[in-house]
């Protein structure tokens, strides 16, 4: 078989069911006015549709492209092989369409249900996916706030795959700093301004596997206020849309240069200038000028739960793959054999270090995943229960605001984490192409970077997010954690860890307590300088509940299970709960008891880094 054909991708859509249905209990969205339209039936159709086709198509061009790359000759970007072919099938099996507006074209599926389909998809190819999924983010902000008739001019030929869009922030000088952009607007008519400037780092900024590309591009209007209060969004189109649909000619969007990256290579980075020749036009989103920023943070706020999902992912392939491996390797002997010369080798699973290092990656992969979908079922309740019962819609709204910067964060660290504990597993074959998890690992690396990066998700996290509504997400968050310890505290077999968890929550509490001093007391840069191991500590809190809240589902089904005759279906299933028990309890016991570390440093005051003259770095130059 040619190495271009290979597919390494790997999903335990067991694990999947369970979170969605045994654990989370999505099927409750069903019964719901704002998705009483779908069925779980359909659902899980979908879900083995996609898993079909990112088995079939585009994992088996996973590794190619990655060697491939993209290239850029005479201002015309083009993607791996295969890439075109993938694009035109994606969109006719509707799978970007899935958690999009029926009024937009959209099937109106839960969030939570997309969240695995983007788990499949990034998961198999991370690069491709890039793709739609910048088209969905610029679509779904063109649905909520475009203009009627510019929603009628995009949003159809991007549903169907014929547009596709990107999100244009970044700029050579400015980097994260938004408000310092320096692409200006000039007014020409109506809606429509002259767009010049520079943009860096666009994801997806330039291809061939679309007609055209709708660029939603953040400029500031000639004789705008400064910083980010002056910044407008614009509707920016590579080649000219004009009011019927028809295409127009080339909207002077020029490609100067791609990225050559350390991963996800096949997805064009691009550096895009717009008006060279004085030739480009952009509409302003909604007619509203000064309203970019707002605009843009919903695709933003999306985007860092797409990255959070990215990371889950890419983390989820290489555990899988890891976990292959290390039970078809065979070397060494058993340790309780380690004095018999003649002892068999034994596959390497066997080796109490790789178990170590599965049984953590398989923590905190599940973890993720289980974040990842709650935070979507927050988001679909919050829609579903807006005009039924409106608080309880404010409080999984708040809890998707609270939990975002965890979301993007953490999976996106984790990411890169259990990437390199999946090498670590593979040893000196997993540092090599001819296995996959070294990709894997160059891909994770971006996640904590782009789409803000981990310490601009920290800071959001300690300086807006936590004191948000006076608070009351915070507590909400802490509640439910509290009456969880509560009811389970004396669990036999999980009690201990249980209580644990409860110790850990207190010490976050703890740690919240100090930011809110440094606070009071005027020293912002103590509360950056332990934004990072803060969001660390939520994060780890978040996945241990999460996963002891898995465990208590799974330990019920498991004494069920093993009071039924012994075959084998029902010994898999035994294994299988079996395995969220354990998982938790690593959990717990080996990554947990950090929290207290890093709270003892959080609330010591030490003030070394930023004490340290900057001459005490090296005096190398």
């Not at 969240?115 to 793709?131: D, H, P, R």
């Not at 984490?417 to 999946?422: F, H, I, K, Q, T």
């Not at 110790?503 to 809110?516: D, H, I, T």
Request: glycine share 10%; with cysteine; net charge negative.
């Amino acid at each position: 078989m040619p190495e271009a054909a290979v597919n390494h991708y790997k999903a335990d859509l067991r694990a999947i069911e369970f979170t969605l249905y045994e654990h989370l209990n999505v099927e409750q969205l069903f019964a719901l006015e704002a998705f009483s339209h779908i069925s779980r039936d359909e659902c899980d159709a979908i879900i083995a549709q996609c898993h079909r086709f990112v088995n079939e198509v585009t994992g088996p061009l996973n590794g190619a492209a990655d060697r491939a790359g993209c290239t850029l000759e005479r201002g015309v970007c083009t993607t791996p092989a295969g890439f075109k072919d993938a694009w035109k099938k994606l969109f006719e099996l509707g799978l970007m369409a899935f958690p999009m507006p029926v009024a937009d074209g959209g099937l109106g599926g839960p969030h939570a249900i997309a969240v695995v389909l983007e788990e499949l998809q990034s998961g198999a190819n991370c690069a491709f996916n890039m793709y739609s999924g910048l088209t969905h983010g610029a679509a779904d902000v063109i649905s909520n706030f475009a203009l009627p008739e510019d929603r009628a001019r995009f949003l159809p030929p991007m549903v169907d795959g014929r547009f596709a869009g990107t999100m244009c922030l970044s700029e050579p000088h400015a980097g994260s700093d938004v408000g310092a952009a320096k692409t200006r607007a000039r007014h020409l008519e109506g809606n429509v301004y002259a767009i010049t400037g520079t943009k860096c780092w666009i994801s997806a900024g330039d291809h061939d596997l679309a007609e055209n590309i709708v660029h939603l591009v953040l400029a500031r209007i000639e004789g705008a206020p400064t910083g980010t209060q002056g910044i407008s969004l614009f509707i920016v189109p590579k080649i000219w849309v004009n009011e019927d649909g028809s295409l127009g000619g080339s909207n002077d969007v020029t490609t100067a240069s791609i990225e050559h990256k350390l991963g996800i290579r096949a997805s064009a980075t691009a550096v895009l200038n717009f008006g060279e020749n004085d030739g480009c036009r952009g509409i302003l989103v909604g007619g509203k000028p000064h309203m970019g920023m707002k605009q843009m943070f919903r695709m933003m706020n999306g985007a860092r739960i797409a990255v959070g999902v990215q990371g889950l992912s890419v983390a989820s392939a290489a555990y899988l793959n890891a976990l292959r491996y290390a039970r078809e390797r065979l070397q060494g002997s058993s340790v309780r054999q380690f004095k018999d010369p003649n002892a068999p080798r034994v596959p390497i699973i066997e080796h109490s270090d790789v178990r170590r290092m599965l049984v953590e990656m398989k923590a905190k992969v599940e973890g993720m995943r289980t974040l990842c979908v709650k935070v979507a079922l927050h988001a679909d309740l919050a829609h579903a229960l807006h005009a039924v019962d409106e608080a309880k819609a404010i409080y999984h709204q708040g809890q998707v605001d609270l939990l975002t910067p965890i979301v993007k964060a953490y999976c996106a660290d984790q990411a890169f984490r259990v990437a390199e504990l999946a090498i670590q597993t593979y040893g000196g074959a997993g540092y090599v192409q001819d296995n996959p998890v070294e990709q894997y690992c160059r891909d994770a690396k971006i996640f904590s970077i782009y789409e803000g990066t981990n310490h601009i998700q920290a800071l959001d996290l300690v300086a807006r997010k936590l004191q948000q509504h006076g608070g009351e997400n915070f507590t909400a968050f802490l509640t439910e954690i509290a009456e969880f310890v509560a009811a389970h505290s004396d669990k036999p077999g999980l009690g201990a860890e249980i209580r644990a968890l409860g110790e850990a929550s207190a010490a976050l509490q703890r740690a919240a307590g100090s930011l809110m001093e440094f606070f009071m007391s005027g020293k912002i840069d103590q509360v950056t300088l332990v934004a990072n191991p803060f969001l660390e500590v939520m994060a780890d809190v978040a996945i241990a509940h999460l996963l002891l809240g898995a465990a208590v589902v799974a330990d019920a089904k498991r004494t069920k299970d093993e009071d039924v005759d012994d075959d084998e279906p029902n010994r898999h299933e035994v294994d299988f709960y079996s395995g969220k028990v354990m998982a938790a309890k690593h959990f717990v016991n080996f990554v947990l008891p950090a929290v207290h570390a890093k709270v003892g440093a959080i609330v010591s005051g030490d003030r070394s880094a930023l004490d340290m003259p900057d001459g005490g770095f090296s005096t190398a130059f």
